[in-house]
């Protein structure tokens, strides 16, 4: 009678610890697949859940974040005969943890086996030279394929990249051959170019320079001829405003003599000096009008009166 409190005292722990042992917290990101009798059951979500001791149990616990695995290289070979070594990364993600844990054996080797034969057949309808420019659209025909095949696992494949693409080492020396020829060829291209376009800019100046020389010679004639038309109207000028000077003055001189009423032997001496002028040494015969020796008669008996 005295041990049947302990006894029930330990049967009251048993039945808490048994209690806690089968409360379980489903965290963030996490997902329980739950079986009872060992059939499927329900799929816990994050929070906090109780199962049945000795039926139930957690047949697996499933992560929901994007998931990242490595696959080692794989021997592919191209459709020109070229074996080359291939290693993919895949990006995948847990959309069904009951499918997930029953749909297949062992999904990552499932994962891993179906990325290998797909590459080695889109590897093998592609050419050397193209398999190693097109990743992009072989990632994307990977990815399309693995995504389909998958779903049935529970499983979608966000992305798959090929990390390395491995070319044998005679394939390989042969490429860096080929590139640096390449390059050389760029190389002296690019020279040719740089040579073509100086000597196009050399010859753009000599002829800009003998355009501006001969514009400037232009120029420099063009002021010369402008220069001797300003000259010749100003010598045009000076010689015009020196007669009319003159006439101004043979005018002024007419006028002022005729308004002093000269004699007619002041006239007559006048006339004398202007034939002797018109001859000025120079001429051999002289005409002299009659009415002029007239004058000059009569101007020889004054001058000799005067003198007696």
């Known amino acids: 009678m005295d041990a049947l409190p302990y006894i029930i005292l330990g049967l009251f722990i048993l039945a808490i610890v048994i209690v806690a042992l089968n409360i379980k917290i489903v965290p963030q990101s996490k997902a329980y697949v739950l079986e009872r009798l ?6 816990w979500q994050t929070g906090i859940h109780f199962k049945i001791p000795l039926f139930e149990r957690v047949a697996k616990m499933v992560s929901l974040k994007e998931q990242v695995v490595d696959f080692p290289p794989q021997p592919v070979i191209t459709k020109d005969n070229v074996t080359m070594q291939i290693d993919t990364v895949v990006f995948y993600q847990i959309t069904d943890p009951k499918l997930y844990c029953y749909g297949v054996e062992r999904p990552l080797s499932a994962i891993e086996n179906l990325t290998a034969t797909t590459l080695r057949n ?38 798959v990249e090929l990390k390395n693409i491995l070319p044998p080492k005679e394939i390989q020396d042969a490429m860096e051959k080929q590139m640096k020829a ?62 009319i000077a003159v006439e101004e003055a043979r005018a002024k001189a007419i006028q002022l003599i005729n308004e002093s009423e ?12 202007a034939f002797e002028k018109a001859a000025d040494g120079q001429a051999t015969k002289i005409i002299i009008p009659s009415e002029i020796q007239g004058m000059a008669g009569l101007a020889k008996g004054i001058v000799e009166s005067v003198k007696e």
């Open 38 to 43: 060992g059939a499927y059951q329900t799929t």
């Open 262 to 273: 000269p004699s007619n032997a002041f006239l007559t001496i006048r006339s004398l000096d």
């Open 182 to 243: 390449e390059r050389e060829r760029r190389e002296a291209i690019l020279r040719a170019e740089g040579e073509k376009e100086s000597q196009v800019l050399v010859a753009e100046g000599q002829k800009t320079s003998k355009i501006l020389a001969a514009e400037a010679d232009k120029q420099a004639a063009i002021l010369r001829a402008e220069a001797v038309k300003e000259a010749k109207i100003r010598e045009s000028e000076g010689e015009a405003q020196a007669i």
């Open 122 to 159: 889109i590897i093998g309808e592609l050419e050397l030279d193209h398999t190693l420019t097109s990743r992009d659209t072989i990632n994307a025909k990977i990815r399309g394929i693995l995504d389909e095949a998958t779903d049935a696992w529970g499983i979608k494949v966000n992305r």
